[in-house]
């Protein structure tokens, strides 16, 4: 029973890292960037759930939609300002801007939050729940539930809907989907508000079940780029399936090798993935 | 060929001033200062022959860094050795490290590297936190007195300084060197367009190995120079990512794949860090980051190519205007 523990709630938070990964995954399939900052959006979105809750109050819905909503806008407003720039700049412009922004928020993040962790106060989602024989805490079942829904709801944006059609014309060429009446910019800006909103809402579901400081932007930046590996570049579905794995395995080696180790077993993994497999466990290659 | 015309006097004043420094500047604090602006240095400039000239960024040289830096005093620690042995055995390690993680991850496009090295960093970094052999958190102490010369531990800052200079000046002078022959155009073609270069005849792959190699022993010997200097290092000063922010930061603020980049880079940041720290105190280390990642944000959306760049280009422009009066 405790395995089953184990597995469950591995691939509940797997789901949660599944969602923020999808957000990273779609910058890097459509313009061949990869985002620095991307964790960095995932910690604001927890401090953006604290902030709503101790200032407006709230539940689960409001806090979520509010962390979803401002790191939309801050996504556009990145893009608009900085990423629609160094695109067309050279390389070292390109991994320097987004480095410097993690930087930046992260520690801007220890200055106005202090290094101290924090978990959100007066939580709705209290007490745990019993499934058949498995006690999890009720959140952690809520927020993983959620952000599996999330994703396969960004899929269905992506694959089924004219807007992810057009996200997926800009993808392709740019300049031809101009000639079809779609502006890649607004396209473009659209595309890093849903990724760092993905990242925010990850953030605030987090929040729900775990403390936290500003130092977890790091690591879950880290996670994204092991999950996008092994989902394979720009994939989203991948993207589910290798969040599920990674929550798998990290909850695992947590459980056997010790709660230190269940970063390096991850980090390790994308390191010899990188070695034996680099477009990714399910990339074409 | 402006680089034969220009520099002899500015590298001739360079070197002077630089000699003469710590002469002239006899207080401790500001040859401390010195030390620390040459460290930085030299450490960019390492940096540098792969992340300026081939443009691979790497955001993870902590890991090299580190590795010069924990062997020697490992090695003293263990059996009494001097760090003139462990330095040497730094670079042998840092290379093979370097090779491992260049000979997947160069042969693709360059964000897979730039992954690559700040993951490998991190996970050598809470290996090494974790890990009793080499201290687990607290980390490792150098001799505290040295035995002889050869423990490179001096009570005054002045032999730190000059043996600082001259690894300084060979940093440079490989760099210089290979910046007018065969490899310096390689590495230039390749930034410019691999792709193109490739076809060419350049052997793409083998000459960004080259890069990294050489910028992995450099900054290996960098790592080696800190803990002789501070007879100590803990995971975070050896292997933290702010030792690799700092590496990126010198050389693309003075300009990245430049021969004087880093050295500008470090001229302006290091007394800076210095004052900043002086005027806030301890608390004011997160500040000095938080102005990091807004500086190289800065310089990522205007000036990729550094401040070099934009003096070049002033003065271009100055020139035109005398050309256009003339």
């Known amino acids: 029973m405790v395995i089953m523990q184990v597995i469950v709630g591995g691939l509940l938070l797997g789901a949660i890292y599944a969602l923020f990964s999808s957000g990273l995954t779609l910058i890097w399939g459509m313009m061949n960037f990869i985002n620095f900052a991307h964790g960095e959006f995932v910690m604001l979105g927890m401090y953006v759930a604290l902030l709503v809750v101790v200032g407006i109050g709230g539940g689960p819905a409001v806090f979520g939609i509010a962390a979803a909503g401002a790191l939309f806008a801050l996504g556009v407003v990145i893009y608009a300002f900085l990423i629609r720039h160094v695109l067309r700049g050279p390389m070292i412009a390109q991994i320097l801007s987004t480095f410097g922004l993690a930087l930046l928020l992260r520690y801007a993040a220890f200055w106005f939050f202090s290094a101290n962790f924090v978990s959100l106060p007066g939580n709705a989602l209290s007490g745990t729940i019993d499934l058949g024989g498995i006690f999890l805490p009720v959140a952690q079942v809520v927020a993983g539930s959620v952000a599996i829904v999330l994703t396969l709801l960004l899929q269905f944006l992506l694959t089924r809907t004219l807007i992810g059609s057009m996200l997926l014309a800009v993808a392709e060429d740019p300049d031809a989907a101009t000639l079809m009446g779609i502006r890649p910019d607004r396209i473009q800006a659209l595309a890093w508000g849903l990724s760092a909103g993905a990242a925010g809402i990850a953030g605030a579901l987090l929040a729900t079940a775990y403390p936290w400081s500003p130092s977890v932007g790091e690591t879950f930046g880290l996670i994204a780029f092991v999950v996008v590996a092994f989902g394979g570049f720009g994939s989203v579905l991948g993207s589910l399936y290798a969040g599920l794995i990674i929550g798998l395995i990290q909850a695992a080696s947590g459980f056997w090798l010790g709660v230190i180790y269940k970063d390096v077993v991850v980090y390790a993994l994308f390191v010899a993935l990188l070695w034996l497999r680099p477009q990714g466990l399910m990339g074409k290659a | ?326």
């Open chain 2, 1 to 326: 060929m402006k680089k034969l015309a220009a520099p002899p006097l500015g590298l001739t004043l360079l070197a002077v001033g630089l000699v003469l420094y710590p002469l002239l500047f006899s207080d401790a604090f500001y040859r401390d200062i010195g030390v620390t602006f040459l460290l930085a240095a030299i450490a960019a400039s390492a940096w540098n022959i792969v992340g300026g000239y081939a443009g691979q960024i790497s955001v993870g040289h902590s890991m090299f860094f580190g590795i010069g830096a924990y062997t020697p005093v490992l090695f003293y620690t263990l059996w009494g050795w001097p760090p003139l042995v462990g330095i040497p055995v730094g670079i042998l390690l840092s290379l093979a490290l370097a090779a491992v993680i260049g000979l997947p991850t160069l042969r693709l496009s360059g964000h897979y590297f730039s992954m690559a090295t700040i993951a490998v960093a991190e996970l050598i970094r809470i290996l090494v936190g974790t890990w009793n052999f080499v201290g687990a958190a607290i980390g490792l102490q150098g001799p505290a007195r040295g035995r002889a010369w050869w423990d490179l531990t001096f009570r005054s800052e002045l032999p730190y300084y000059y043996i600082f200079l001259v690894v300084l000046g060979i940093v440079l002078a490989v760099t210089a060197t290979f910046e007018s022959r065969r490899f310096g155009y390689y590495v230039r073609a390749i930034k410019a367009g691999e792709r193109a270069a490739k076809s060419l005849g350049v052997p793409v792959h083998w000459t960004k190995m080259q890069a990294l190699l050489l910028s992995a022993a450099f900054t290996s010997i960098a790592g080696s120079l800190y803990v002789v200097k501070t007879g100590f290092v803990d995971p975070g000063s050896g292997f933290g990512i702010l030792v690799s922010v700092q590496m990126v930061i010198v050389a693309a603020l003075g300009g990245a794949g430049t021969l004087y980049g880093p050295l500008l880079g470090a001229l302006i940041l290091i007394p800076l860090q210095t004052a900043t720290n002086n005027w806030l105190g301890g608390g004011g280390s997160g500040l000095t980051f938080i102005i990091y990642g807004g500086i190289i944000v800065l310089i990522a959306r205007f000036e990729p190519g550094g401040l070099s760049e934009l003096w070049h280009r002033l003065l271009r422009k100055r020139w035109k205007r005398v050309d256009a009066t003339a």
